[in-house]
């Protein structure tokens, strides 16, 4: 149930930029308080990320008042702090559905309005799309501004930094914001830091430096001089210098809580000539007490009663893979101390919080950087050590190079634990684990699993890692079947399926954590079910035995159709020239929208009911 407007006097006001841009400046400070208490009402009435919007809300406020949108552009990155942008431009009235089956997505997404200029989920993007649209800008030449939003997390992206490389070399006109959450507003950042974003971003200094530069353009040496002095001073109140050697004029750090501040900052910056960068500090979970003492508990939160200032726990269950994944990781490090685990920046999401803590020296953070996680694993294996590279399949999509050039080709023996393998629910289409099983079968030299469920993903990652040469297991979000975990780890046989269930004339090839379902299609359709296990090396003998043992075969499995495991089964009859009717059951070739891995198994008919269904009209049985 949505929230009544008329509870937010001022909010009712400024539901579009064009609205908000009517009031008066003195309105955006009490604004500000409605937009973050409607937020945090929204958010725990229905789920969803909190704590980065709670902390964006005055820098959303001032950019929207200060910016034309949206005839300027305003590029937000990952997006997880753009719920306080969705409120302002048309969509607080379905806040409440976000994240949900035909809701609001749970990002920036270009299809649901026109002030989303960029479709987002993933890190770092921000400054290179921002750019070429500073540049398409610079070509119409309406003055079109552009400016783009990137927190200090993103910012350890290297993409972002290559943007940032060529954003300074071509010198077109665009703001980029660093949103600074890391650490809280200390006293540098004060009266004192604003004041000088003030100066330096005005209209006298700014007139004074470009004046300067063409005064002392035809004398190098006292330009050169000039220069040094003029960073010098402004090292001294702003740590700006590695963005003025790329190439950028930089401004703050300023308190991002400060609506008034930021919005005379943004007046001042929206017309300066090329690129600027305005480094803003925020907290994370601002203005809600729990989220600000525990942003990372609250980042991503259930339903709850903001009133209990805590979160519901979880009621006892199935463990996750997940956590599967963060036990045997501790296990296996207490046994072998050559063992390294790395992460992206995902050890609470990657089950990892364990192990960081009871085997710091063997677990490394490589921050969002996929491409550098990879490589650095690289250097583990060449030096002896065993590297598990714990990723997420989406994340994973962007690493596909090294895995081939920095892995593959030197045949080296590190694991990628690949979670969120398949549909992962509320976050949609950018998250989606679509396509790890088709990219990654076409390497040579990988062995790649896929368990049934946790025992059998506890067993893999073992077999995974007693390889002398590249493995991944990969394993979806949440929970699977209900099965003993064995605390003993056993190596499984490579490339060997196991028989679940003897039927007739049909045979489902299942790959992955979709046996339940295999097996509840089964009991109607008397069918025969193999757990396949590997996708890579494929057991071809099995293939064959079901081919010619049934009438007709099923693969399912919970990745892209085109390219995946099923494709594997075809090349399989075909390279051992056996003809027999194949039904692929996976997943369509469109992006998959969000909803409960549940609901989108049913829409996508790969629950029983829907193996049944597709299987009779496939086979007329």
Same mark, same amino acid.
Request: glycine fraction near 10%.
């Given at each position: 149930?949505?929230?009544?407007?008329?509870?937010?006097?001022?909010?009712?006001?400024?539901?579009?930029?064009?609205?908000?841009?009517?009031?008066?400046?003195?309105?955006?400070?009490?604004?500000?308080?409605?937009?973050?208490?409607?937020?945090?009402?929204?958010?725990?009435?229905?789920?969803?990320?909190?704590?980065?919007?709670?902390?964006?809300?005055?820098?959303?406020?001032?950019?929207?008042?200060?910016?034309?949108?949206?005839?300027?552009?305003?590029?937000?990155?990952?997006?997880?702090?753009?719920?306080?942008?969705?409120?302002?431009?048309?969509?607080?009235?379905?806040?409440?559905?976000?994240?949900?089956?035909?809701?609001?997505?749970?990002?920036?997404?270009?299809?649901?309005?026109?002030?989303?200029?960029?479709?987002?989920?993933?890190?770092?993007?921000?400054?290179?799309?921002?750019?070429?649209?500073?540049?398409?800008?610079?070509?119409?030449?309406?003055?079109?501004?552009?400016?783009?939003?990137?927190?200090?997390?993103?910012?350890?992206?290297?993409?972002?930094?290559?943007?940032?490389?060529?954003?300074?070399?071509?010198?077109?006109?665009?703001?980029?914001?660093?949103?600074?959450?890391?650490?809280?507003?200390?006293?540098?950042?004060?009266?004192?830091?604003?004041?000088?974003?003030?100066?330096?971003?005005?209209?006298?200094?700014?007139?004074?430096?470009?004046? $300067?530069?063409?005064? +002392?353009?035809? *004398?190098?040496?006292?330009?050169?001089?000039?220069?040094? #002095? !003029? %960073?010098?001073?402004? =090292?001294?109140?702003?740590?700006?210098?590695?963005?003025?050697?790329?190439?950028?004029?930089?401004?703050?750090?300023?308190?991002?809580?400060?609506?008034?501040?930021?919005?005379?900052?943004?007046?001042?910056?929206?017309?300066?000539? $090329?690129?600027?960068? +305005?480094?803003? *500090?925020?907290?994370?979970?601002?203005?809600?007490?729990? #989220? !600000? %003492?525990?942003?990372? =508990?609250?980042?991503?939160?259930?339903?709850?009663?903001?009133?209990?200032?805590?979160?519901?726990?979880?009621?006892?269950?199935?463990?996750?893979?997940?956590?599967?994944?963060?036990?045997?990781?501790?296990?296996?490090?207490?046994?072998?101390?050559?063992?390294?685990?790395?992460?992206?920046?995902?050890?609470?999401?990657?089950?990892?919080? !364990?192990?960081?803590?009871?085997?710091?020296?063997?677990?490394?953070?490589?921050?969002?950087?996929?491409?550098?996680?990879?490589?650095?694993?690289?250097?583990?294996?060449?030096?002896?050590?065993?590297?598990?590279?714990?990723?997420?399949?989406?994340?994973?999509?962007?690493?596909?190079?090294?895995?081939?050039?920095?892995?593959?080709?030197?045949?080296?023996?590190?694991?990628?634990?690949?979670?969120?393998?398949?549909?992962?629910?509320?976050?949609?289409?950018?998250?989606?684990?679509?396509?790890?099983?088709?990219?990654?079968?076409?390497?040579?030299?990988?062995?790649?699993?896929?368990?049934?469920?946790?025992?059998?993903?506890?067993?893999?990652?073992?077999?995974?890692?007693?390889?002398?040469?590249?493995?991944?297991?990969?394993?979806?979000?949440?929970?699977?079947?209900?099965?003993?975990?064995?605390?003993?780890?056993?190596?499984?046989?490579?490339?060997?399926?196991?028989?679940?269930?003897?039927?007739?004339?049909?045979?489902?090839?299942?790959?992955?954590?979709?046996?339940?379902?295999?097996?509840?299609?089964?009991?109607?359709?008397?069918?025969?079910?193999?757990?396949?296990?590997?996708?890579?090396?494929?057991?071809?003998?099995?293939?064959?035995?079901?081919?010619?043992?049934?009438?007709?075969?099923?693969?399912?499995?919970?990745?892209?159709?085109?390219?995946?495991?099923?494709?594997?089964?075809?090349?399989?009859?075909?390279?051992?020239?056996?003809?027999?009717?194949?039904?692929?059951?996976?997943?369509?070739?469109?992006?998959?929208?969000?909803?409960?891995?549940?609901?989108?198994?049913?829409?996508?008919?790969?629950?029983?009911?829907?193996?049944?269904?597709?299987?009779?009209?496939?086979?007329?049985?």
């Amino acid at each position: 149930m949505s929230q009544a407007l008329s509870d937010y006097p001022l909010l009712s006001q400024a539901l579009m930029p064009d609205q908000l841009r009517q009031l008066p400046q003195e309105q955006l400070t009490p604004l500000a308080d409605e937009v973050r208490q409607f937020l945090l009402q929204s958010v725990s009435r229905s789920s969803g990320h909190l704590a980065s919007g709670l902390g964006t809300v005055e820098l959303t406020l001032a950019l929207h008042y200060v910016y034309n949108t949206p005839f300027d552009r305003l590029v937000w990155d990952v997006g997880h702090q753009a719920y306080p942008h969705k409120i302002l431009t048309g969509r607080a009235d379905r806040l409440h559905t976000i994240r949900q089956k035909d809701g609001l997505h749970p990002f920036p997404w270009r299809g649901e309005s026109e002030f989303d200029t960029l479709s987002v989920g993933h890190s770092s993007t921000s400054i290179s799309a921002a750019l070429g649209m500073a540049i398409a800008a610079d070509k119409e030449g309406q003055g079109r501004r552009v400016a783009a939003v990137i927190g200090d997390g993103a910012l350890t992206g290297g993409m972002a930094f290559e943007a940032l490389n060529h954003a300074g070399d071509i010198h077109k006109d665009m703001l980029v914001i660093i949103n600074d959450n890391e650490m809280s507003i200390s006293e540098n950042v004060g009266a004192l830091n604003n004041h000088m974003a003030r100066i330096l971003s005005g209209s006298l200094y700014t007139s004074i430096r470009e004046s $300067g530069k063409k005064v +002392l353009g035809a *004398m190098p040496p006292i330009k050169e001089l000039a220069r040094r #002095a !003029e %960073e010098h001073l402004k =090292g001294m109140v702003v740590p700006g210098t590695l963005f003025e050697e790329l190439g950028f004029n930089y401004i703050g750090p300023i308190d991002g809580h400060d609506v008034n501040g930021l919005v005379d900052t943004l007046r001042n910056m929206r017309n300066l000539k $090329g690129p600027q960068i +305005l480094h803003v *500090m925020t907290k994370k979970g601002k203005g809600y007490q729990p #989220a !600000e %003492e525990d942003p990372i =508990g609250y980042h991503g939160v259930p339903k709850f009663d903001p009133a209990e200032w805590k979160l519901p726990k979880s009621a006892p269950g199935r463990p996750t893979f997940s956590k599967v994944f963060g036990d045997w990781l501790c296990d296996m490090a207490a046994q072998d101390p050559k063992l390294v685990a790395i992460t992206p920046a995902m050890r609470e999401g990657s089950g990892m919080v !364990e192990f960081s803590q009871r085997f710091p020296d063997q677990y490394y953070d490589a921050a969002i950087a996929e491409q550098h996680a990879v490589t650095l694993a690289t250097g583990f294996a060449c030096e002896g050590l065993k590297p598990v590279v714990a990723i997420y399949s989406t994340f994973l999509q962007r690493a596909f190079d090294q895995v081939i050039h920095d892995i593959a080709i030197m045949d080296l023996p590190v694991l990628f634990a690949i979670d969120r393998g398949g549909l992962v629910g509320a976050d949609g289409q950018t998250h989606q684990g679509a396509f790890d099983l088709s990219f990654l079968r076409i390497i040579p030299n990988l062995t790649i699993m896929a368990p049934a469920d946790a025992n059998e993903c506890r067993q893999m990652l073992y077999t995974g890692h007693q390889l002398n040469g590249p493995a991944a297991v990969r394993y979806p979000r949440g929970n699977g079947m209900e099965v003993e975990i064995e605390k003993a780890m056993t190596s499984l046989p490579i490339g060997k399926a196991q028989l679940r269930r003897q039927g007739q004339r049909i045979a489902i090839l299942n790959f992955g954590t979709l046996l339940p379902y295999a097996l509840e299609a089964a009991e109607q359709l008397d069918a025969t079910v193999v757990n396949m296990r590997f996708i890579k090396p494929l057991d071809d003998e099995m293939v064959k035995q079901m081919a010619e043992s049934h009438d007709h075969l099923i693969t399912l499995e919970e990745n892209a159709i085109m390219g995946g495991a099923g494709s594997a089964v075809l090349e399989s009859l075909a390279k051992q020239g056996l003809c027999k009717p194949v039904l692929q059951l996976g997943l369509p070739d469109r992006f998959v929208e969000q909803g409960t891995q549940q609901e989108m198994h049913t829409v996508l008919e790969l629950d029983g009911p829907g193996i049944v269904k597709r299987a009779k009209a496939a086979f007329d049985c």
